[in-house]
């Protein structure tokens, strides 16, 4: 029998009750009154205190009755109402909890029959941490970074620079509309939040990056309506928090070859396949082989004109770094709709384990009306992209392993940009490919300032090739070797709780040109999730 059957029934068995309680009280009273008439003739002081108990008798009916109305107004709102209890932070259905989202979803019990977000933990806001939720099934996150330190600048010869960067401040609001369906989004302020121009996230920007309605239907098949969501492919794309990695920045494969964040127009399917696999398929507007601003794009919705140049989406130095599609005013330049896909391992017989396998393809990132330095159109080339990674912490001791290969593949290189641009240096060949490889150990410091504080000192080593063979087009193609990089990256992360981390990354890199890549740094950073 459900909550609301039991409240209904215990209100009706009270108020079945109440009236053979009256009837009893004001009898008892009748009977008082009627044996004491005769005593009341001989007595008046003992009339004058029967009086006060009958009015007595008759404030405590009224209390009695005030007491049932009250009982049933909270039933009846008890049916009606949404759970107060759904005001803790409502994190992507298929994200890997963080500790503190493990701690919470342990600690409480998921009601039966229903597929309920994870509860607060104690002590937990649902506003920014800070103060409970005014509406009930709201909640604000945040996470955001901040950077400083020293790197070489190669357009200087390597010239060592300070700087500071308050990279990205995200806003999390998340509101449960039902217990099965459910708002999700995000809205990031980047470097400092103030734009330049329309299409330059290098200066700042305020944007959209996560905006979608999930319908939890069953723990095998939900459905994320359309709206803007991450591609699901490789682990650091969608769970980029600054608190899921220990370098400043993020690591290299998802700086270019994975475009991260790489959010697009799209709509999922995603649930649990096993206890061990899960699953998502997404379809979603195409990456495009265009990288240049909105400026340069006509009314037609089409690049420039022939004898007018732009910029590729898709080069050999840059890899997807600049191919990801408008979001907005329905100024895509493709009609292309691309499909990806996702498992998530974490087998429970190899305790610490977890790992994760996805794809993407689009048949044509060509924009309309792409064409070389000469006039000449281009025609369609397709983008088919694998990602294989893996994370183990392993059990009983503070050793944890990392590793990831992607790999991207184009149909037709000779319609790429970059291989008709007049520019021999950025060429694209048949592929791209990366890999990496990261080991890091947790390092308890003990409890300082009211928590618990722990340091991990990490090593990762990544190799990139953006230009192998295979190339093709009006080019020349002489590539100085700068597409092709090592990344040797170490540091360590302190975190003073599981929501902050203080980090401090040396990164040395190597290319096969001529001046070398003349791109080192020295950087720390400050990261929050919660």
């Not at 008439?37 to 008046?44: G, H, L, Q």
């Not at 800070?130 to 357009?155: C, H, R, T, W």
């Not at 240049?292 to 006509?298: E, G, I, K, L, Q």
């Not at 694209?428 to 722990?454: C, D, F, Q, R």
Request: negative net charge.
């Amino acid at each position: 029998m459900s909550s609301h059957h039991y409240t209904d029934l215990g209100a009706s068995k009270f108020e079945l009750g109440f009236p053979s309680i009256r009837t009893a009280l004001l009898a008892a009273t009748a009977l008082s009154i009627f044996t004491s008439s005769s005593t009341f003739a001989a007595e008046n002081s003992a009339n004058e205190v029967l009086l006060k108990k009958l009015d007595k008798m008759e404030r405590r009916i009224a209390t009695l009755e005030a007491e049932l109305k009250q009982k049933e107004s909270h039933s009846q709102a008890g049916v009606s109402a949404k759970p107060s209890s759904r005001t803790g932070p409502i994190r992507n259905a298929n994200a890997t909890a963080s500790s503190s989202d493990a701690k919470e979803a342990t600690e409480t019990p998921a009601k039966p029959m229903l597929n309920l977000p994870p509860l607060p933990a104690a002590g937990d806001k649902p506003i920014l941490g800070l103060v409970d939720s005014p509406v009930s099934g709201l909640s604000i996150g945040a996470y955001g970074e901040v950077k400083f330190g020293a790197m070489q600048n190669p357009a200087a010869n390597g010239q060592w620079q300070n700087g500071f960067d308050a990279h990205r401040f995200v806003l999390l609001p998340t509101y449960a509309i039902t217990p099965n369906i459910i708002l999700n989004a995000e809205i990031e302020f980047e470097h400092a939040g103030s734009g330049f121009d329309n299409d330059d996230k290098l200066h700042g920007t305020a944007e959209i990056e996560q905006l979608w309605v999930d319908f939890k239907i069953l723990d095998q098949f939900n459905w994320r309506a359309p709206g803007i969501d991450l591609v699901p492919i490789g682990y650091i794309n969608q769970h980029h928090e600054p608190t899921q990695f220990y370098s400043v920045n993020r690591p290299e494969l998802y700086n270019g070859l994975i475009p991260s964040t790489w959010k697009v127009p799209s709509s999922s399917v995603y649930g649990t396949i096993t206890e061990d696999l899960k699953y998502q398929v997404m379809v979603s507007t195409s990456n495009e082989d265009f990288g240049d601003s909105f400026d340069n794009r006509t009314e037609a919705k089409t690049v420039s004109l022939p004898g007018t140049s732009y910029i590729a989406g898709i080069n050999g130095l840059d890899a997807l770094g600049f191919s990801r599609p408008p979001l907005g005013d329905f100024q895509q330049l493709n009609n292309a709709v691309a499909v990806s896909g996702r498992l998530d391992y974490a087998p429970t017989f190899v305790p610490g384990f977890a790992g994760s396998v996805s794809g993407y393809y689009s048949p044509n990132t060509t924009p309309r009306g792409a064409h070389d330095d000469f006039g000449n159109f281009l025609g369609r080339s397709s983008l088919a992209m694998f990602d294989a990674e893996f994370r183990y912490r392993v059990p009983n001791t503070g050793a944890e392993l990392r590793g990831e290969y992607v790999r991207a593949e184009f149909g037709r290189p000779e319609n790429l940009r970059a291989n008709n641009d007049s520019d021999p240096t950025n060429n694209v060949g048949k592929a791209m490919y990366g890999y990496s490889g990261e080991i890091a150990y947790h390092v308890p410091l003990g409890t300082v300032l009211n928590s618990e504080w722990e340091a991990v000192p990490f090593y990762r080593y990544t190799y990139q090739n953006l230009q192998t063979g295979g190339f093709a087009g009006t080019d020349a193609n002489l590539p100085t070797g700068a597409g092709q990089r090592q990344f040797h990256t170490a540091g360590f992360a302190l975190f003073p709780s599981p929501k902050i981390v203080l980090k401090a990354t040396y990164q040395h890199v190597i290319d096969k040109s001529i001046t070398g890549a003349m791109s080192d740094s020295f950087l720390g950073g400050v990261g929050f999730f919660f």
